[in-house]
């Protein structure tokens, strides 16, 4: 008897394994008939932050999970295409106005030391799957992938951006059913996503990590720079754009990627030593004087700068996106690429455009390993679309309570308590609102930068103080960086300026947007309220993720807001926690007062 | 160690800047003392701009006009300068024409830290007159800072502030004299890493130079007939397992009165990087840099080490790490109780508790952790810091929390030469804090 799909007309596809390696974030991704059935990335089991290495954890993560061996791969997708790459690489190096030979030099040794032209012979070493199924998917197509075929939108326009693909910097194009088709790009050095990472470099931050810093920064400041950084661009008809290549090195950079003339119109580059404070009650102890206004009138013009590039960003992103919008004549937005994280700019796409956003919560080179697999599943017999990805807890599985004890006795720290499902939100919800920060383990890990839910941290979002004690004595973290709430589907609309939310897939339940705290409640929740009034909400709700949804019910009963502020569960420069182990670890060395690993709670105290 | 020779002709350069920091101006003019005492013949030397900083520091020496150097009748040269940056070590006023004749001379250079140090050559054998002691010594490479191989634990030759024994200990090579002592006198051991060790001092500045000065003026004071020794047993990167051993090997046998464990911070630094498993099922804390014995000794250089990258990242919970600790801690306790002497629990203090930063201080620091592999791990660590002071606090034994005790002082005071190193300042602290507890112990106050 032929199954459903069989009558559809739909054959049984096999696995298909997605990778992205070699650059950042190194991932990998299964999927079985349209469906991704388990999603890793590299850094959460190497413990190594972007972890570029080839995911030999990732990938046996996701075969244990899918109960699979190499054996039963299909087809393995790799997330771009190696020569084009290089091609590019050549064609800049060509194509620079210095050319700087150490940057070939470098590149070409790198190629071969780490063998990038090599990833078939790779994979194949690796795990043994012939060559023949192994298939290169460009960079923005597996971008694209990510983002539309998770969407659950029947059609859409999609929009790509981030530093560089191959050739391609921004890409837009339209998708239909199982089909993706292109309508255009921007190629380096035309890059927005370099150019925001230029300026995050510029403002002392490190690239590829420091840009969500960038986002904070530019709260405290005005765009008295936009009309400088403005005119760098020249937005063309039809998306793409054109960028002075006079202020930015992006074909062959050498140690920065800005040039002198861009110091020359913004004034010295910050030292990522100086402090950064706008007010005087953010100033480190002890600073005081001209030293302190020094530090203060300096702060100001970064931030300014950063609320400049921000706003110039923004304005490149509504340029495309409305662009390709115009073409397609679909609504039904996709985003992916790293600028997609930008989630000031969504927010104002949402609201201000009244878009219909979709962004993969990986939608940096992680999320293409699941981009790259569907691709590919859609390439094939059957070409089956896969279900919108609502979930995003594709990562290490939770562990079983004899695991949890397990690692609650190695690490010697002592059982608070173990508490009934019912009981657990209350409890904890009583230790946060006696203002403890908690570390926060539930069930699966999730994909993406962000925590949601599963592998936070929490506090009361209602304490003044909470903010600078999460990041200087929990997170080690500069003191301007902002917190996102979580909150109660109940309570969004009393609180934030939202549009009204569209399902499971909004970019709201994936702390994807930022939208402003309503004026009379900005008092009330003072740690998750930036300088400029905003934040970057999660939206929960009891099938989102059922016991954080019970834990914000218990804390409104409370302290009368269903909010918690939440952060991802890590110290600075260390990836989100992924067992319960790396929990305790992490744990042990920040000022968090209690975790909280499936339903035990462990405190701090231990006998020596 | 290295020292001058005292029957050499030996000439001192000063070339120091105009702005050095005080606190090293003071260890310069202290450390020039120090190396020259005994030296016959003596000529010092210096460019115009350091004739107002020898006035200011050093009042009471003569400087001659530099042509003296054009006679060539000197054996040994001292480039008294705060920098390593070799090309200070030719004086900029070098009179025309004139080259000190290498072959012949022997050159030094006082650093910022009070050291002397061989200037443009390799150490050898009249630099540190332990160097070929044993067969261990003579296996490894005669440089001048380095940590080296030994079956008991690992040892580390820091010559320039002073003698060390063939052990690398900063103690007379005989110790037999002190096994039948006079009852009245009694002997002190103090125990630690590379602080105890007081790397940064001169052998008058150390702790435990202060410790015996103070207990011996105490006990004079209070019409006591005690008299004290107190000896440095501290060695570089030693955890509370290595004193212990080191307690075994070299100091069981003189039954010693009182011991002082002056530690924590490389138990607490190396446990949180080391592999888990042996802290956890053995107790066992070790140096990460073992590994990379390990490593040469069995060709396993493929292999990786615990650590897989930097900066490191601790790999252990902070109960297993201080759980080591306190384990060791107490073993030591029981042996030193057990052979009949009294054991001082101490915390040695780091510049993370203190309240303010020393600008100097500040620089000092930076530049340490710049590149450091464990500069995460420093700052992980204080919650474990404060946890350990917190259980000393609760310990009903003879103790002193020394990080606590440094958390009184600020921007004015210059302890810390890095993150746990301390100044001849910060020594002078430590000694004079022990000090009063073995008083009291004895009572003397």
Request: charge should be negative.
């Amino acid at each position: 008897m032929k199954s459903r799909d069989e009558r559809n007309g739909l054959a049984e596809m096999g696995y298909i394994l997605g990778l992205s390696f070699d650059f950042h974030d190194s991932a990998a991704a299964l999927v079985k008939d349209g469906v991704v059935v388990a999603a890793g990335i590299e850094e959460r089991f190497s413990r190594i932050k972007h972890d570029a290495s080839f995911p030999r954890k990732a990938i046996e993560f996701c075969f244990q999970t899918a109960g699979v061996s190499p054996a039963d791969i299909e087809a393995v997708a790799y997330y771009e295409v190696p020569m084009l790459k290089f091609d590019r690489i050549l064609w800049s190096y060509e194509n620079a106005g210095q050319r700087n030979p150490d940057y070939l030099d470098r590149t070409v040794a790198s190629w071969l030391r780490y063998r990038k032209f090599e990833i078939r012979d790779r994979i194949f070493e690796e795990l043994g799957i012939a060559k023949e199924k192994i298939s290169y998917v460009g960079h923005h197509i597996s971008h694209m992938s990510a983002a539309f075929f998770c969407s659950g939108f029947d059609a859409a326009t999609i929009v790509t951006m981030d530093g560089v693909g191959e050739y391609e910097t921004t890409s837009w194009g339209v998708g239909n059913g199982t089909k993706i088709q292109k309508l255009g790009s921007a190629d380096l050095p035309n890059s927005i996503g370099l150019f925001y990472s230029a300026l995050t470099a510029f403002l002392g931050f490190e690239v590829n990590e420091g840009e969500y810093k960038v986002m904070g920064m530019a709260a405290f400041g005005e765009p008295t720079y936009y009309d400088i950084l403005r005119a760098m661009f020249r937005l063309e008809e039809g998306g793409g754009f054109l960028i002075d290549t006079n202020y930015f090195e992006f074909l062959t950079p050498k140690d920065i990627p800005y040039t002198d003339a861009l110091v020359e119109v913004l004034g010295q580059p910050r030292d990522p030593k100086q402090h950064f404070a706008t007010l005087e009650e953010d100033l480190p102890t002890g600073i005081t004087g001209a030293e302190a206004d020094a530090i203060l009138a300096a702060s100001k013009r970064y931030a300014d700068i950063a609320a400049s590039v921000q706003k110039v960003t923004e304005d490149v992103i509504f340029h495309v996106v409305d662009s390709a919008v115009r073409a397609t004549g679909i609504k039904e937005v996709c985003l992916a690429g790293g600028v997609a994280l930008n989630s000031l700019a969504n927010g104002r796409l949402i609201r201000e455009r009244g878009y219909s956003l979709y962004i993969h919560p990986a939608a940096g080179d992680s999320g293409s390993a699941i981009g790259a697999a569907l691709w590919r599943a859609c390439q094939g017999v059957g070409k089956r679309r896969s279900a919108p990805l609502t979930s995003p807890y594709l990562g290490t599985r939770c562990p079983r309570d004899e695991e949890i004890d397990q690692a609650i006795s190695d690490s010697g720290f002592q059982l608070h308590g173990t508490f009934a499902p019912d009981q657990l939100p209350f409890e904890v919800a009583r230790l946060l609102a006696e203002g403890n920060v908690i570390g926060w383990f539930q069930g699966n890990a999730e994909w993406g930068p962000r925590a949601l839910g599963n592998r936070s941290i929490l506090a009361d979002p209602t304490r003044a103080d909470m903010k600078k004690i999460v990041n200087e004595r929990i997170k080690f973290r500069e003191p301007f960086r902002p917190f996102a709430p979580a909150v109660m589907i109940e309570e969004v609309y009393k609180y934030f300026e939202c549009p009204e939310l569209r399902d499971g897939t909004s970019p709201e339940y994936f702390m994807l947007a930022v939208h402003r705290v309503l004026p009379a409640f900005r008092a009330v929740l003072p740690a998750i309220t930036h300088a400029d009034g905003t934040a970057r909400l999660q939206v929960v709700d009891a099938t989102s993720n059922p016991i954080f949804y019970s834990l914000l019910k218990a804390f409104k009963a409370l302290r009368g807001v269903g909010v918690l502020m939440n952060t991802s569960y890590n110290l600075k420069g260390e990836p989100i926690v992924d067992t319960p182990a790396d929990a305790l670890r992490t744990f042990s060395y920040s000022g968090l007062d209690y975790v909280v690993l499936g339903n035990r709670i462990v405190s701090k105290d231990f006998a020596l | 160690m290295t020292q001058l020779n005292s029957k050499a002709r030996t000439a001192i350069i000063f070339n120091p800047p105009a702005d050095i920091p005080s606190p090293t101006s003071r260890q310069i003019a202290d450390a020039f003392r120090f190396h020259t005492t005994g030296v016959n013949s003596l000529t010092v030397v210096a460019q115009v701009e350091a004739v107002p900083w020898i006035e200011n520091y050093l009042p009471d020496i003569a400087i001659e006009d530099p042509g003296v150097l054009r006679s060539n009748n000197f054996e040994s040269i001292v480039f008294v300068h705060p920098f390593k940056d070799p090309k200070f070590y030719i004086p900029p006023f070098e009179p025309s024409g004139w080259r000190p004749s290498a072959p012949r001379i022997r050159f030094y250079a006082i650093d910022a830290n009070g050291r002397l140090l061989p200037a443009g050559r390799e150490y050898d054998d009249q630099d540190a007159e332990n160097m070929d002691a044993h067969i261990f010594n003579r296996l490894s490479k005669p440089e001048g800072e380095a940590l080296y191989y030994f079956p008991y634990g690992y040892l580390f030759r820091y010559p320039g502030v002073g003698p060390t024994n063939q052990f690398g200990f900063r103690v007379p090579d005989d110790l037999s004299g002190f096994k039948n002592r006079d009852p009245e006198h009694k002997l002190v051991l103090c125990y630690g890493g590379s602080s105890g060790f007081s790397m940064f001092t001169l052998p008058h500045q150390m702790y435990t130079s202060v410790m015996e000065a103070s207990l011996n003026k105490k006990a004079l004071e209070s019409g006591s007939s005690l008299r004290f020794t107190v000896l440095n047993f501290g060695q570089h990167g030693n955890v509370v397992m290595n004193s212990i051993l080191t307690y075994v090997l070299f100091n069981f046998h003189l039954k010693p009165d009182f011991i002082v464990a002056h530690d924590g911070w490389n138990d607490i630094i190396y446990g949180m990087v080391q592999d888990p498993r042996l802290l956890k099922c053995g107790n066992f804390a070790y140096q990460n840099n073992l590994e990379g014995w390990s490593q040469i000794l069995h060709g396993t250089q493929e292999l990786q080490q615990t650590q897989t990258g930097t900066p490191f990242r601790p790999l252990s919970a902070a109960p297993a790490v201080l759980g080591q600790y306190f384990t060791r801690k107490r073993q030591f306790e029981s042996m030193v109780r057990a052979n009949g002497a009294q054991f001082i629990w101490g915390l040695q203090p780091n510049s993370f508790n203190k309240r303010h930063l020393h600008p100097l201080e500040a620089t000092n620091i930076e530049a340490h952790e710049k590149n450091m592999p464990f500069i995460d791990v420093y700052r992980q660590a204080i919650p474990l810091f404060q946890r350990a002071s917190e259980q000393l606090d609760k310990m009903d034994v003879p103790k002193l929390d020394l990080y606590e005790e440094f958390g009184k002082y600020g921007k004015d005071d210059y302890l810390f030469v890095d993150p746990v190193h301390l100044s001849p300042d910060g020594d002078e602290i430590v000694g004079r804090n022990y000090a009063d507890v073995i008083a009291n112990l004895c009572g003397l106050n």
